[in-house]
């Protein structure tokens, strides 16, 4: 997510450090930052904020709250607008909602608001919006981007006079029907099924937008527009991820609705959003909607002084840990070292059950800086490991192998035949899951036999140990594939005392193949008997391939009449496309020019 610097800023009376160190502080404490660049006067921090903390921090004012944990830097009030409690007490008549289904929509807000003028937003705005990516469309579509970025909280706004008027206007959130379609903003015809959850029209039955993700063009907002009806709701976030995926559809509101966010931010939202658009649009309020059947309720986690120490390893004193609550802006009730935390309502990490104790023990780690958790030793394990006697057979028969020179491959466990069908399949080709390993094993030998030569092999020899499914039972096998055939036992359970000490790797490091296919060519040469000729053919090798010499094999070498004769075997091969022949030509016949200028003779 992108994070503005300038509009950090507005949280804060006390100057903010420079992005770098910003960056620094969230590294630390809270997020990874993807990078830092310059936009116009603006430094864009791109922050990874991570899936727990989807609930209160993809805003600016979700980051902001944590810079001022971390940096001691006061958020100020008046500018904060989680701060104090929404007005919405200005209800109106003219637009009603039906939700069918609350555990889908838990929160519907709304307001209706009348002679606005539609234009372009003001040059700060603007500057805003485009700093974090965004595209300016006009004064209250930017609005509502606006808050969505600001608070966390995305918001549609619907122009009232496109939908129908019958004693007022009426918003039905239902799923669709099955063939149900939508134009969407975006100028794409969405098919819609009964999964898909939507606002409608309710007088019309007309789908207006797909909740939570996209609205629907006929009742977008332009120029002609003068009266509007502004949304921020509740949308359950399991089926906002189903739906997205499934209509290949993702927005900036669809992935913060899938991260589950507060129903009260709903309010808070449309609060700043209707006082935005009155004043750069103008319009006059007649008032709000809030359906809101079962309103979230406030919990509370307790945690010990004791406890924090004894999971963090550290010494921290009551002072310490209240500091950091304070920090977090966490209210806290200490009754003998234990402490009854009431979570804010944007905190849904932090409420049970899927938060508790030990998430207020990351949040005193994190804020307090794990750098200063002083390390501690891991005491000596008491007990003698369990020794598993399948799998220590295992490593014994892989060893074995490896030491013969056979590698290890992992083949399919699906089959074309076998005795069980995989009622999800993957693709329709290999239905059933494999009675053996020895077609595997074929098809393997068969691939890696025509990168013999790549490889520097004189045979490939391949083994598996892998799981079958024959006669109802589900068997680990043994298999090994090489020039005299292919073989298969079951694995027999070895007991053992203890583990083997096996020696630990040598290799340095790894590289990785090319993709693209490899060309062999062969040269032989008669070269002077001395000690330096098989070194200097080899380095002329590399040094005029053009770096397309994977492999130097010699596979024949004479000696005669003070010479000796050298063939040797060139796998020549591209990391970024398909060699062609002319191209493998023009490599030899560099090598066999500068062989020639050295005075080796090419046979």
């Excluded at 077609?439 to 393997?444: Q, T």
Aim: some cysteine; overall charge negative.
């Amino acid at each position: 997510m992108k994070i503005s610097r300038n509009w950090l800023q507005n949280y804060f009376e006390a100057p903010l450090p420079s992005a770098e160190q910003l960056a620094d502080a969230l590294t630390f404490h809270a997020f990874e930052i993807e990078s830092v660049e310059k936009v116009g006067s603006d430094d864009v921090l791109d922050v990874k904020v991570t899936p727990n903390r989807g609930h209160d921090c993809l805003s600016h004012r979700g980051i902001a709250a944590e810079l001022s944990a971390i940096l001691e830097i006061p958020l100020n009030a008046e500018r904060d607008p989680l701060a104090k409690l929404p007005d919405l007490s200005q209800k109106t008549d003219a637009v009603k909602v039906l939700i069918d289904d609350t555990n889908l929509c838990k929160r519907f807000t709304a307001a209706y608001i009348t002679g606005i003028t539609v234009g372009p937003s003001p040059e700060w705005l603007v500057e805003a919006l485009h700093a974090v990516g965004q595209k300016t469309i006009n004064n209250v579509v930017d609005a509502t981007n606006l808050v969505m970025f600001n608070t966390g909280q995305p918001l549609h706004a619907f122009d009232a006079r496109r939908l129908t008027q019958k004693d007022g206007y009426f918003l039905h959130v239902r799923s669709a029907k099955s063939g149900e379609k939508m134009l969407g903003l975006d100028d794409k015809q969405y098919a819609l099924t009964p999964s898909t959850l939507l606002i409608a029209d309710g007088h019309t039955k007309e789908a207006v937008s797909i909740a939570g993700i996209k609205g629907g063009k006929p009742t977008g907002i332009d120029e002609t527009t003068v009266d509007v009806i502004l949304e921020a709701a509740n949308w359950d976030g399991p089926m906002i991820r189903k739906t997205s995926q499934a209509l290949k559809l993702r927005t900036d509101a669809s992935d913060r609705f899938q991260q589950i966010i507060s129903p009260e931010l709903c309010a808070y939202g449309l609060r700043q959003t209707v006082d935005l658009v009155a004043a750069i649009a103008g319009g006059e309020l007649h008032g709000f909607v809030d359906e809101y059947p079962a309103p979230q309720e406030r919990k509370t986690v307790s945690v010990s002084l004791e406890k924090i120490n004894k999971v963090l390893g550290t010494n921290l004193d009551a002072s310490e840990v209240e500091s950091v609550f304070r920090k977090l802006a966490l209210t806290y009730r200490n009754k003998n070292g234990e402490y009854a935390i009431d979570v804010p309502f944007q905190r849904l990490d932090l409420n049970p059950p899927a938060g508790g104790p030990e998430d207020l023990i990351e949040e005193v780690g994190r804020i307090v800086g794990y750098e200063k958790v002083p390390a501690t030793p891991l005491p000596p394990f008491s007990k003698k490991p369990e020794i598993n006697a399948h799998f220590y057979a295992a490593e014994r028969v892989r060893e074995d192998f490896v030491s013969k020179g056979y590698s290890e491959v992992y083949t399919s466990v699906f089959a074309e035949k076998g005795e069980r069908a995989v009622l999800n399949k993957v693709g329709g080709e290999r239905p059933y899951l494999r009675t053996t390993l020895v077609d595997g094993l074929r098809e393997a030998l068969e691939r890696n036999a025509r990168s013999r030569d790549l490889l520097g092999l004189k045979e490939v020899k391949l083994f598996e140990i892998g799981t079958v499914w024959k006669g109802g039972k589900e068997l680990t096998m043994v298999g090994s594939a090489d020039s005299s055939g292919m073989k298969e036992a079951l694995l027999q359970a070895m007991a053992a005392e203890r583990y083997d000490d096996l020696p630990i790797s040598q290799t340095e490091r790894y590289q990785p193949f090319s993709k693209y296919p490899f060309i062999v060519r062969d040269i032989s040469m008669w070269v002077p008997d001395t000690s330096n000729s098989f070194t200097e053919v080899i380095s002329l090798f590399a040094a005029h391939s053009q770096g397309l010499l994977r492999h130097v094999e010699l596979f024949d070498q004479f000696k005669k009449e003070g010479r000796v004769s050298y063939a040797f075997r060139l796998v020549l091969q591209s990391f970024e496309k398909t060699l062609t022949d002319e191209e493998a030509n023009a490599v030899m016949d560099r090598v066999q020019k500068e062989l020639a200028a050295k005075g080796f003779e090419i046979r």
